[in-house]
């Protein structure tokens, strides 16, 4: 959630849109999570590999993906590193937030590439309408964006309007329609196919729905040729269940309804509480037990005055630590 705490799961709808309206889910645009304020740092220098093709990637058998997105990640590995130290993993995914009509961000994406680890960008079409989108007023930074990403080469993830069932951001419930989404989404995607990026994983993210029970997401699904990964934002609140079925339950429920494509816990993180501990656990161990759940990516902010980072929580980095040292990580080295 970059630009906001994605919305926690919560027990009073009230209270969802309280902390809503306190910022929680309100978006910080320009800066922050992504780092696309920040300076870049040079591409750096990767040893020659073979690349990693996007169909062992698209439900791998041979293991989790463990994510993570930080404060100048991954223009910087620094943030990383620290991390991989506090749970004693290397994470082998690694997100960015990038605002619309950003360039791609090759240096970041490079570094990802040298931490094999796969880039994960939540583009975010702030300064725009998804409606203007689907009728090509962007086509020319789209074909630009997907021409850096085609010489990329490697697997890139991209998940575009993420939390598109909540009302926090521009392009979701209340300035625009379900069939604007689908529209610009799979015009996005024509135009992708059209310049021949063909290593992109595209991810599909939805907030939980227990915030927006009256958002029904089947509306908002561009279809199965268009997606390859369902991603579910959704946080382990101190308001909220503690365990993976009450957070995430309901929303795979809707979601298997017209899809099977597999999931990944896109946003989330533990609320310090009472409950922490138990969650951590509840969390990489749900993700561990499902075969559908391909992995998760935490969110390793401090944002509106909720830490949802691991560096002062001993308990929850320990939680998280025992729980990966039990699960086998997709190897993006070849």
Known sequence: MRARIATTVLISIGLAAA???????APRQGTAAGGQGSTLAAVP???AQQVVPVSDLLHPATGKFFGVEASGAPGSLSPVDTIAAEVGQNPN????????????????????????????????????????????????YVTKFAQA??????????????EFNGNWYPWGTTKSTAAE????????????????????IWVWNTNIVNPMPNVKLKPYWPGNAYVDWVGVT????????????GVYGPTMTEIRRFTSKPFLIAETAV????????????????????????GFIWFNYDKDGVDWTLGG??????AIAASLSGMSLVSLKR
């Open 149 to 162: 990403v085609k010489a990329f080469g490697k697997p890139v993830a991209i998940s575009f309007g993420h």
């Open 234 to 245: 959704g946080y382990f609140a101190t308001t909220g269940p503690h365990t993976f079925a």
């Open 19 to 25: 902390l809503a309206a306190c910022g929680l889910n």
């Open 93 to 140: 995914l690694i997100g960015q937030y990038v605002s619309w009509t950003r360039p791609f961000d090759a240096p970041a994406a490079s570094n990802a590439a040298s931490y094999s680890a796969l880039y994960y960008i939540s583009w975010e079409p702030f300064g725009t309408t998804v409606k203007a989108i689907a009728d090509g007023g962007s086509d020319a």
């Open 313 to 318: 929580r001993s308990d929850v980095r320990a």
């Open 271 to 294: 609320e310090s509480g009472p409950d922490e501990t138990a969650s951590a656990h509840a969390l990489v161990n749900g993700v561990q037990a499902r075969s559908n759940v391909l």
């Open 45 to 47: 220098t990767v040893a």
């Open 181 to 200: 989404f689908v529209a610009a989404w799979r015009h996005i995607h024509k135009l992708f196919a059209q310049t021949g990026a063909d290593n992109v």
